[in-house]
């Protein structure tokens, strides 16, 4: 016979005749009868009486907070795999943590919860629970009268979970039950029917027998729940997570080309969504990377893909960049009405030499700096290809960056096809310009 | 030198990968989701666990769970998620379970503005529990900070047993920014101590009363306890006030005690200066501007930049602001460490410059209220 899991020194002590005490004893069987050493399994142990479980054995032990329990064994059971973990929650937690238990049948992970059903809140005086029958007499007035109650099982058996079994806490081989549910692969839950003779039955008749006939009269749940028969989430988590490339290295750019300034340059991006504006800041980043500039990239887009404005802030400086906005842009790429508007307040901070290439089809207000119009649609450059075409334009031009700068920064951002269509076009913004 | 591009989220996650962080939980929320996307591609590949919990309350729950389960674990969020982690954050302090929480503020209160920073959450993060015990909030202001103060966090977590905030924002968190990686010097790395000798192990007894308790993993050979009810050494239910304020005070000492170990801060003094900015995270880079703006000139200006904010660093602070005649604190939000630097400096005054409109506030804007500050 292996050992005795019960704490010595903490002996089960609950109310006379609660049904958690048969429970406690019945646990502590079916650890017996599998031959499991006290640090081979973890209790851990929901809110109110159901949380008393894991003082009352002398296993691993994890008390939280309600509603909670699942989540703590979640974590606890991925990073030692080969705990058994078993969760004791009553109908309080079975309601608080309804998302948890949920997504925690969906995960399919290997833990045994025991729900401790006794149909009430013991622990704060009897008031009413998920499970509470509308007929009760509890202690929240007549809140459960008007509330339709859960029937765990089906919850369970709907959200995915693998092993789902419907007992009394008084039958003779509730402790075999539960060596079954413990030994079953995956997500396996009970729910366990019994007395609260501290709260409940001082105003509600329920007995063994009382139980025992209700369960009776609902559909049968015994173990195995063959439509939601699968792996394991922690094995099939391995085997996927062994599979998966490592991460490359951070990409590092070397100082290759001698800047064209040597001062902090402020750029200013405006555009809509879908004129890949982020993607031109970015590009502008690494083309400031490769003259040895340090960089920093400021967006800000809406919600919505494909609608709305984009805009980007680069700024590219010989030192650390300290100030991340725009005081003074140096350039301004206005290729997007919805980007121009949404930046009205910036239109201020351009001064006389703010050098503004604007697409001719956007209307920009007033504002000073040198303006230089490109009709993009005319040269059939796509919307999609204005920002990486104004890059190119700056690079003709020498502003900020040169031509094999910006190309460096293509072949850092992009590969093969994207690549080359990137490179084609900024090599024809000469021509645009 | 070479320069990488990074988000400072993603400094985070590289951060947290080196400190030897393997267990990842979080709920997907701008500004912070692309710490999880980071960590979704460097964990799972290195025998790590990162997973998306059904909410934020779940996703820190597993990670209290792989910590006392001997993983150094992290989860990141906003405020809204913050406000859902306050359940556990408190049983993480009270029960002393290692775990790095980062908040990437975004302008509030509640939902607020999902892709405007703030730094709206600074007194939220330190009193955002039950109890009202300390924690450490470490605040970043730039990718570098995200790096390392990451590792710190980590080591501060495994060396105390408690929750280490990482206080970033938008601005930082979602803002790329070039960084030499190769100058990045991390410190060494800290494991939470086990037990030493043959003695039976008692999971919360700290061997001196402002310590910290060893630890032994759940699932381990020794059988260890985790309780969030109020506990003694054995990690049992206690109602003996003794035992309870011995324990109280131990929470709270084990940190106040050794703050100076981990005081973290940049002083940027020039010669002169009679104003001193007390500034923090992104808004202490507009600072650092208005300083350099400023020097050389006939009214310098000298910065002191907090990267830890609780606990308070306060000696510090009385230290540094010593022979200054303005004192300018500037935040991004209405007024929150101000507060705190009224309170430490008692009768003097202290001049404020705050923000809350999502936008960051300017070294003009510092400048013009630094000139106020001096015609007073």
Redesign the interface.
Known sequence: MMPDLINRN?PPAYCPGCSHEVVTRSLNSALQHMGVD??QV?I?SDIGCSGLF??FF????????HG?AL??????????P??HVIVTMGDGGLGIGG??L??TCRRNIDITLLILNNFNYGMTGGQFSATTPPEAQVGSGFLNQIEKPIDACRVLRAAGAGYVSRVSAYQSDLAGEMEQAIQFNGFSAMDIWGICPGRYTRRNKVTYKTIQSAIDSLPPFRGPVSENIREEYGSQ?RQ??GV????PP??????RFPALFDERKEILILGSAGQRIITAG?VL??A??TC????????????TVLRGHSASEVILSPGK?????I?APDVVLALGQEGIDRKTTLLNTFVEDTFVLVDTNVDIPDCKGIRHRVDFKAKKIKRQDMAMASLGILAHHQKLISLEMLEAALRIRFQGKALEGALALVRRAGDIA | MSLSLLEGNEAIAWGAYHAGCRFFAGYPITPATTILNTMMKLLPPSEGICIQGEDEIASIGFCLGASMAGMKAMTATSGPGISLYSENISFAIGSEIPIVIVDVQRLGPSTGSATKGSDGDIQFLRWGNSGGLPVIVLAPTDVADCYVLTAHAFNLAEKFRCPVFIASNKEIGMTRESLDVDSIQLPPLIQRAAPVGNTPYIPFAASDPDGVPPFMPIGGKTVARQTSSTHGPEGYITVDPEVIAQSQTRLTNKLIKHLDTYTFYELHEEAGADTLIISYGITSRSAKTAVARCAGTPSPLSLLSLKTLWPIPEALIREKVAGYQNIVVVEMNLGQYVQEIKRILGNRSVTFLGQMDGSLITPTQIEEVVNDARSH
């Open positions: 903490r006290a640090n973890v851990v894991d003082t002398s296993t691993h032990a994890f008390h939280g907070l909670r989540t703590y064994a979640t974590g606890i059971k991925l990073a030692q080969n705990l998302a948890h949920l997504s988590y996927k997570a998966q490339e490592p991460p951070l990409l590092k750019v070397k100082k970015e980043c690494y400031g990377l040895g500039q340090h960089a920093s990239q400021k967006n800000d887009y809406p919600i960049i300290d100030f991340a906005g005081a």
